[in-house]
């Protein structure tokens, strides 16, 4: 299959006809149809695909006469798991591009020297079980497997019950001791998450960094009661200090130039008639460095304990998940640059967002690219990036393969 083709032959799965939007959730239904379609996408290249102990899928592509384990590949891939209504590009793309990125090299004429392997990480914007990239922080040690099969979804299911309901074996979760032997480099290819590639009119850019950030559950508990027959004065009413919260949120963003957002809502009875006796708010919060991103937390955390304090209510702030900052290595940045060259001048870019590949640059080296989101909407069906820009970051990539494994030998014509 092409790109148009591979990219064509998924646009339906788990798409919601009412909102245009994904709902491609770690272990469903959507999420087991595309791992069914990556496995097809690598039988059709002749790559045999093993799942490892934490569900991520590694689809191989050996040197010719390769024996034993694979050892200093070359890795490309992404995630195919979305947030509740995302774009089709987030995570996606990237899993695409390494498919055609192996079809480029071959039609080169390029056998490996070294082994290479397309990669699917799993839950990696963590929509339903509420931790992020849980198959690569479990791989590399991030996040402990007791941890991670204690997760529950909106529904109370575990992740261990998720595991156990699509025939996985949840004692298997855990470190994966070949990861630093088995991966010399890993490159991930993913659509910009904003528009700076749009206001200075380039299609790809590089990246530099990823900014630390965090989530973080604010347990805010009053006290049920009639909507209709309770007096203002007698009520504890946890929403007020919840909203009060929200836009002192918003506030402290601004004064530390960074960002924070209470996205994800859970109100208990929620009732329209019931004054609620909890509010479950997460929020995610990012920094350009650390101490701005601890003090920013800091601030919203105790400017919302003086709101519960106000109106009489509880509040328990648990983090959930922090992530440091990820400085790209220069080592294989200025590779992937150095293999780019052709393309003209290639920007050099930090993100706001999240990736595996930050989570892996922990144990092995890793780089990153980004392709053109002219609307600069990520996290919605808004998302976009154009055909023209998604095959120029496949081609991209297959340079940055090409340059990484080719060595000096080459298919016979």
């Known amino acids: 299959m092409t790109f148009d083709t591979m990219w064509e032959s998924i646009l339906d799965v788990g798409r919601e006809a009412a909102t245009g939007g994904y ?45 034993g384990e694979p050892r200093d590949a070359f890795v490309t891939g992404s995630h195919l798991d979305s947030v509740p209504d995302g774009g089709a590009y987030d995570g996606p793309l990237g899993v695409v591009s390494a498919f055609a990125a192996v079809d480029i090299v071959r039609a080169r004429g390029i056998a490996p020297t070294r082994p290479v392997a397309v990669t699917a990480f799993s839950d990696e914007e963590g929509a339903r079980f509420g931790v992020a990239c849980v198959g690569s922080q479990l791989s590399t040690g991030a996040v402990t497997p007791q941890r991670a099969l204690g997760l529950r979804d909106a529904d109370g299911i575990t992740l261990a019950e998720a595991l156990t309901r699509n025939a996985r ?28 590639l749009d206001l200075v009119d380039r299609p790809m850019a590089v990246a530099s960094a990823i900014w630390p950030h965090g989530r973080w559950l604010f347990r805010f508990t009053g006290e049920a009661n009639h909507a209709g027959a309770t007096r203002l004065v007698d009520r504890h009413d946890p929403m007020l200090a919840f909203a009060s919260s929200v836009h002192s949120a918003r506030q402290a963003a601004e004064l530390h130039e960074a960002v924070a957002t209470f996205g994800k809502l859970r109100v208990l009875p929620n009732g329209a008639n019931a004054i609620p006796s909890e509010i479950l708010a997460w929020l995610d919060a990012r920094a350009a460095d650390e101490p701005t991103l601890d003090a920013l937390v800091a601030r919203i955390a105790a400017e919302a304990r003086e709101h519960a304090a106000r109106d009489g209510i509880g509040l328990d702030i648990e983090a959930e998940s922090i992530t440091p900052i990820v400085e790209f290595p220069p080592g294989p940045r200025d590779r992937v640059t150095r293999a780019l060259t052709r393309l003209g001048e290639i920007p050099i870019l930090p993100t706001q967002a999240g990736h595996d590949a930050g989570i892996l640059s922990a144990v092995v080296p890793t780089a990153m690219l980004f392709v053109r989101n002219p609307t600069g909407v990520s996290h919605s069906p808004a998302e976009f990036a154009t055909p023209e820009d998604c095959r120029f970051g496949a081609g991209a990539l297959a340079d940055v393969m090409a340059e990484w494994v080719s060595a000096q030998r080459r298919l016979k014509q």
């Open 23 to 67: 709902r491609r959730f770690a272990w469903n239904d959507a999420d087991m149809t595309l791992r069914e379609w990556f496995t097809g996408c690598a039988a059709e290249r002749g790559m045999d695909v093993e799942e490892d102990r934490n569900g991520n899928l590694w689809a191989w592509w050996l040197p010719e006469g390769w024996q």
């Open 169 to 196: 074996d949840p004692r298997h979760l855990g470190p994966d001791p070949t990861l630093t032997d088995r991966v010399g480099v890993y490159v991930e290819l993913h659509v910009e998450q904003g528009r700076t």
